[in-house]
């Protein structure tokens, strides 16, 4: 790491404490959680998605098929008995319909519209 002399500084873990006081993580782990959500975001991937199922949600609930900004937000229907599914609809087109498993697996954020 450089100074901004351009001079070579060795940092430590207590020039790490003092330049992050409230992080309880040594820097390699910091670094490390940092760069893996630089590269999340890069690859449009949020990781404040909850990870769940289509049978564990609410009727009229809103979710995404994949955790990323640009994915449709999907609405969750009735329960199809005859075929064992949910009825979901997206959000911005309500005649556009599918039936999804149970088991399938879903990502629902705290506000996602």
Not at 51 to 57: E, G, L
Request: glycine share 4%; aromatic share 12%.
């Amino acid at each position: 790491m450089t100074n901004p002399q351009g001079e070579v500084v060795n940092v430590t873990f207590s020039t790490f404490m003092n330049i992050f006081p409230n992080t309880k993580e040594s820097p390699e782990e910091y670094i490390y959680e940092a760069l893996s959500q630089i590269i999340l975001r890069k690859m449009g991937i949020q990781k404040d998605y909850k990870k769940t199922k289509v049978n564990k949600i609410n009727q009229g609930t809103y979710f995404k098929l994949k955790p990323t900004d640009t994915a449709p937000v999907w609405v969750r229907d009735h329960f199809d008995r005859a075929t064992q599914t949910y009825a979901c609809h997206k959000y911005e087109d309500s005649n556009h319909e599918t039936f999804l498993k149970g088991n399938r697996d879903i990502y629902i954020k705290g506000v996602l519209i």
